[in-house]
């Protein structure tokens, strides 16, 4: 669900990005830049979530405890950061993308626009590494793969779909529904790191608490996030 929700909103920017050139009558001049940015992204991706997984092999017992615990306290603080800047961005993303695309190829393209492209999709995928690397748990990498895998493949074929009109779908809903998830995950997260830092000398008070700091944390920032979600009108104008 997490990389559904993530690479979803890259192949949104993405749209965007080519639609704009589209309009402009730019896309075949330019497409390739925004097609190298992404690749570049992709490849800056999987090398941070190599690095990761490399790291934490390197590492036993409290070293790791406190490694995996910090990085499942920091995924939480990230993935309900992303939930709440998407909702805040909703309005202007579509304005503030014309506007870089149109600087970019006022430029010159090429780089300018492969940077565009770039850091949007980058910003989705290493926040993807990090979740996918605190989600692997006991289950191992095969689960993990697996799942990300198929939220990849739909989040494509949902973007594709979007942006050739031949899918009408309720951008609302759908960002209402997948924040909500995204902030129960955040909050398991939650109770999965101070676990770990209880258990590297944290002490056992700090386990307890887990639990109830995570229902409060879910409780609160999901109605918050409900009673602020707006309809992303901003995406779904310039597609």
């Given at each position: 669900m997490i990389i559904l929700r993530e690479a979803f909103e890259?192949?949104?920017?993405?749209?965007?990005?080519?639609?704009?050139?589209?309009?402009?009558?730019q896309r075949e001049r330019h497409g390739g830049a925004v097609w190298k940015g992404t690749a570049w992204a992709?490849?800056?991706?999987?090398?941070?979530?190599?690095?990761?997984?490399a790291t934490v092999g390197e590492?036993?017992?409290?070293?790791?405890?406190?490694?995996?615990?910090?990085?499942?306290?920091?995924?939480?603080?990230?993935l309900t950061w992303m939930v709440f800047w998407m909702r805040?961005?909703?309005?202007?993303?579509?304005?503030?993308?014309?506007t870089q695309v149109g600087d970019a190829v006022a430029s010159g393209g090429g780089m300018a626009l492969a940077l565009v492209a770039f850091v949007a999709v980058a910003r989705e995928g290493l926040e993807s590494a990090l979740f996918l690397f605190v989600s692997v748990g006991d289950e191992g990498i095969v689960q993990t793969a697996l799942g990300g895998t198929l939220g990849l493949l739909a989040a494509i074929a949902l973007g594709v779909a979007f942006y050739r009109g031949s899918l009408k779908l309720d951008l609302h809903r759908f960002f209402l529904v997948t924040g909500i998830l995204v902030i129960a995950f955040a909050a398991y997260l939650l109770v999965g790191g101070m676990h770990e830092l209880g258990e590297a000398g944290g002490g056992e008070a700090l386990e307890l608490a887990g639990p109830a700091v995570a229902i409060a944390?879910?409780?609160?920032?999901?109605w918050l996030y409900v009673r602020g979600a707006r309809t992303p009108a901003g995406v779904r104008e310039a597609a």
């Open positions: 890259a192949s949104l920017v993405l749209g965007l990005v080519f639609a704009f050139l589209n309009r402009i009558d992709v490849a800056l991706s999987v090398a941070a979530g190599a690095l990761l997984f590492l036993h017992g409290t070293a790791e405890q406190v490694y995996e615990g910090s990085a499942m306290l920091l995924a939480a603080v990230v805040r961005q909703a309005k202007t993303i579509g304005g503030a993308l014309r944390f879910a409780g609160v920032c999901g």
